[in-house]
């Protein structure tokens, strides 16, 4: 059973910066690529940004100079660091990997980016 837990979240004012984390059950070099997620009230979950096995990286516009996702093979982990936040950018965030075509997802963070 692949879990995905993230932790990170928070309430932050524009301009700060949050580091989120996804740890994963069992090694994340099982899976094709990992990758944030984000789902805004009234709107539909969009790609955030995606590592893939081979280490290369794609971001959304929105956030691209802003945002950097990364990964630890040892810890089994994927982080993904956020800076310059605004208030568009709040939202559930959450962890995605894929494998074989099947995506699992983590149960999500709150993101809120407000004075």
């Known amino acids: 059973q692949v879990q995905l837990v993230e932790s990170g979240g928070g309430l932050v004012q524009p301009g700060g910066s949050l580091r989120l984390s996804c740890a994963v059950s069992g090694s994340i070099l099982n899976f094709n690529a990992m990758g944030w997620y984000r789902q805004a009230p009234g709107k539909e979950r969009e790609l955030v940004a995606a590592?893939?096995?081979?280490?290369?990286?794609n971001y959304a516009d929105s956030v691209k100079g802003r945002f950097t996702i990364s990964r630890d093979n040892v810890k089994n982990t994927v982080y993904l660091q956020m800076n310059s936040l605004k208030p568009e950018d709040t939202a559930v965030y959450y962890c995605?990997?894929?494998?074989?075509?099947?995506?699992?997802w983590g149960q999500g963070t709150q993101v809120t980016v407000s004075s």
């Open positions: 995605n990997a894929c494998r074989a075509g099947y995506d699992y």
């Open positions: 590592i893939q096995r081979s280490t290369s990286t």
